[in-house]
């Protein structure tokens, strides 16, 4: 989303040729307005209606045709105002020059598409933030709805009767302002068409289904959603949801274009294998919840990893986000073979203890820790290795790579504190008896 916002930089006053900052210039503006406040206010007590100029303040219709607006638009023509009588208006404040808002034109084209496929009487109205008619021109063509003409001027009285101040807004012409949800943008683009009406009510019941679904619903009713009740393999195997059962799952949320996702993926990978080799049947499976931003990309993620996915073109993927809250990636959420979420810190789990974290329980985690804290108190806080000049202090590493054996390690290390230098604890016993 883009704040419109100035930024301080210096100019110079055409009057007295001194330089002066932009900050200035927006106090001065910003003074300008309250005269003009002030001045309207006096018109208003002297008993002249500011908003007769415009007649109800929702009723953008009125207000149109009062700015001499005979049509609107679509991308194939022009349009009589009267084709929005009776249905519910939205304004959609938009520029062709804002990355945000083209990527959240398709999750509007998908709302606007499926509501009215249910026989909801909406329509959206395009109000330009363009500069120039060309990049206006463009941008409708990315728009099924209407959209008033382009008219700097005319977009500006506007902009500044709804108050709009940041794109991509979304403005439901409603009877009450306060009842809509304040980041509709977001709202949207988390709900879809579910989203609508589009009042505070509606999204505290969303955010109360989504709760719900994170701590009671079953694996299976998370992922099979809308008659989509497939998942598919990178050789393009489909298999059936249903199949899963008995089964600990991993939900993975990832994306080709994350490094760090790639590095993850290689440990997950070699989890996955070797516990689907050691144990009796396939106990383990993973399922890709993709946020990668395009088919292209979804495809080679998907080619080089052994277990099934979403479909891309699912929307179980978004929702499986926004019902686990997903903020970063690497994360993986884990489920028992009941259906139920054994732990949503999947990726700490793996990353730490490998497959050893099988079945990946609380209970499990607490014997790993356990088998730790023990291992730490059967050796010595300090040793003296005959390769090292100084003495090596008993350390908790996360991951580090021994500088005997040259192979990674991780939890217990003997450090110095003086150079970068780290052994196993395997590795110094070796030396000592060398």
């Given at each position: 989303m883009v704040r419109l916002v100035l930024s301080n930089h210096e100019i110079t006053d055409s009057n007295s040729g001194n330089m002066i900052s932009t900050c200035e210039v927006s106090r001065n503006l910003i003074r300008k307005k309250e005269e003009k406040n002030l001045l309207l206010s006096a018109v208003l007590m002297a008993g002249l209606n500011y908003e007769a100029e415009y007649g109800d303040s929702h009723d953008i219709l009125k207000a149109l045709s009062n700015e001499g607006v005979e049509f609107l638009l679509t991308c194939e023509g022009?349009?009589?105002?009267s084709e929005c009588n009776g249905k519910i208006i939205c304004l959609f404040f938009s520029a062709n020059w804002c990355r945000p808002c083209r990527g959240f034109i398709p999750?509007?084209?998908?709302l606007y598409d499926t509501l009215r496929k249910r026989g909801v009487s909406l329509e959206i109205v395009f109000v330009s933030f363009d500069r120039e008619e060309d990049g206006f021109n463009e941008h409708l063509k990315s728009m099924p709805w209407l959209a008033v003409p382009f008219d700097v001027n005319l977009q500006r009285r506007l902009i500044d009767r709804y108050r709009v101040d940041r794109i991509p807004s979304f403005i439901p012409l409603c009877s009450d302002d306060d009842i809509t949800v304040e980041d509709l943008i977001g709202c949207i683009e988390d709900y879809g068409a579910n989203a609508f009406p589009f009042t505070r009510k509606r999204h505290e019941e969303l955010k109360a289904i989504d709760k719900r679904k994170r701590?009671?619903?079953?694996?299976?009713e998370l992922l099979?959603?809308?008659?989509?009740?497939?998942?598919?393999?990178?050789?393009d195997i489909k298999v059936h949801v249903s199949e899963l059962t008995d089964k600990t799952i991993g939900l993975y949320f990832c994306a080709y274009w994350s490094p760090p996702c790639r590095s993850f993926t290689i440990?997950?990978?070699?989890?996955y294998n070797n516990l689907n080799a050691a144990k009796n049947g396939h106990c383990f499976e993973i399922v890709l919840i993709s946020t990668d931003r395009d088919l292209k990309e979804f495809n080679v993620n998907i080619s080089s990893m052994p277990w099934?996915?979403?479909?891309?073109e699912d929307r179980t993927r978004h929702d499986l986000c926004r019902i686990f809250d997903i903020k970063g990636i690497p994360s993986l959420v884990l489920f028992g073979p009941d259906g139920r979420v054994i732990s949503e810190n999947g990726k700490f789990m793996v990353s730490s203890y490998g497959a050893d974290a099988y079945p990946f329980t609380e209970s499990r985690i607490g014997d790993l820790e356990a088998a730790l804290r023990n291992q730490g108190e059967t050796l010595p806080q300090q040793v003296k290795d005959i390769k090292h000049e100084h003495v090596l202090k008993l350390d908790m590493a996360k991951a580090y790579v021994c500088d005997s054996c040259k192979k990674q390690g991780k939890f217990w290390a003997f450090s110095c504190d003086v150079c970068d230098y780290d052994l196993h604890p395997s590795c110094v016993e070796k030396l000592h008896k060398d």
């Open positions: 022009k349009v009589p105002l999750h509007l084209v998908e701590e009671e619903a079953k694996l299976e099979a959603q809308e008659g989509c009740n497939f998942l598919t393999s990178g050789d440990q997950l990978t070699d989890v099934l996915a979403i479909p891309y």
